[in-house]
């Protein structure tokens, strides 16, 4: 493995090796798989600094499929000195999926990155809300002084029960429209990753949450968006994240707990109380059910606890 001299610092106008391939692939990407916005700047990222660690001695004309199964290996020992190895992961993983698209186009013939081993990412269980814990949150409230503090504490009680309740994304919740609703049901239509719709069962205590805010605020047309920020307009996810905030304080409860934490919570919960795994899979609109199948983990405590209480011969 050659040795590699540090890389100078470069705007992000500036040009690099292989760029133009990188912004056509980008293109289709969000054109026929209809990736996310953030999905595809995160491929950018990653494959931007895969092309100026391959130039970084300025030997490298920017040609892809001139790429070989060792410069990927040593880009992999190289990162693992200065990334976290789920950072090396997500950059490999870009990697991958852009010389997939090089070779389904024929691009190349077999693409470098097949059979490349990566470091063993640590087994970390997603963290959540205990149910003590979750009925505290949703619980705890002040009193308003004022109709416009009325109307946002009502609003961010529908949001709280809204992402627990039906296990959404924050990028989901912000994404509902007036017409994604049905309260007579109960269920959401919600637009998860790569623009896949489903239909999500929210509860009772989400719905009457929201028929709450709506009351006040009005009932929203079919396009208008179903949470509003406080300034009107459509809701962003970093108020969401602030608004959970200062409702963790309220009620005492850790503030490293974030809005995906309400998700987990909700998986964790269903599968506590008896939900099928395939089911709560379509709930939390999960591609793979082995993504949901790291819950089933979450649970084995409480079945510790009620084989104790429950077998004769525990």
Not at 259 to 265: E, T
Request: hydrophobic share 40%; aromatic share 4%.
């Amino acid at each position: 493995m050659r040795k590699r001299r540090p890389q100078p610092q470069r705007g992000e106008g500036a040009e690099w090796p292989g760029r133009a391939a990188v912004e056509d692939f980008l293109a289709r990407q969000r054109e026929a798989r209809r990736l996310s916005t953030r999905t595809c700047a995160t491929y950018g990222r990653s494959l931007k600094g895969f092309a100026r660690w391959k130039d970084s001695d300025g030997g490298w004309d920017g040609d892809w499929s001139r790429l070989t199964p060792r410069d990927l290996r040593d880009f992999v020992i190289e990162r693992q000195s200065t990334h976290e190895r789920r950072s090396v992961h997500n950059q490999i993983s870009a990697v991958r999926a852009f010389l997939s698209d090089l070779r389904e186009r024929g691009g190349i013939d077999a693409t470098p990155a097949a059979g490349l081993v990566l470091p063993k990412l640590p087994k970390a269980l997603p963290k959540f809300l205990t149910e003590t814990q979750a009925e505290l949150l949703l619980e705890t409230s002040t009193d308003p002084a004022t109709p416009a503090a009325a109307l946002e504490a009502a609003r961010d009680q529908a949001i709280l029960e809204m992402l627990y309740g039906a296990g959404l994304r924050v990028s989901e919740l912000c994404g509902l429209r007036g017409g994604d609703v049905d309260l007579s049901t109960g269920v959401v239509r919600v637009t998860g990753k790569g623009s896949k719709e489903r239909d999500v069962p929210a509860g009772e205590a989400a719905m009457r949450a929201l028929r709450g805010y709506w009351a006040m605020r009005g009932t929203p047309a079919r396009g208008e968006p179903a949470f509003l920020a406080a300034r009107g307009g459509a809701l962003h996810a970093r108020a969401v994240q602030l608004m959970l905030k200062r409702r963790l304080a309220l009620a005492g409860l850790p503030a490293d707990l974030t809005p995906h934490k309400l998700r987990h919570s909700c998986a964790t919960h269903l599968l506590s109380g008896g939900a099928d795994l395939r089911l709560v899979q379509e709930q939390l609109g999960h591609a793979s059910l082995s993504t949901t199948q790291i819950y089933t983990h979450l649970t084995v405590q409480r079945l510790r606890e009620v084989r104790r209480k429950a077998h004769p011969r525990a």
